[in-house]
């Protein structure tokens, strides 16, 4: 079973064919992923506008954040 973040980085790249053809890979092969493989994260992150840290949090952290001091 897909997870919700599988089937938003599918959705946000133009559906599962744009996708697979973006990824050099079968359309079906999409629809066995629970979770995008740490070797497509790039590339997915790439084609859904996404970023890594969102598509698998396990694996990237968030960026960090500038904290500004009041002058």
């Known amino acids: 079973m897909q997870s919700e973040i599988v089937k938003r980085a599918i959705a946000a790249a133009g559906g599962p064919t744009a996708l697979a053809r973006e990824l050099g ?3 079906e092969s999409l629809y066995s992923w629970e979770d995008i493989p ?5 590339a997915v992150a790439c084609a859904s506008g996404i970023p890594r840290h969102e598509l698998r949090p396990d694996l990237w952290d968030a960026p ?3 904290s500004r ?3």
């Open 64 to 66: 960090a954040t500038e």
């Open 25 to 27: 890979i079968r359309m």
């Open 38 to 42: 740490p070797k497509r994260v790039a």
């Open 69 to 71: 001091e009041a002058a």
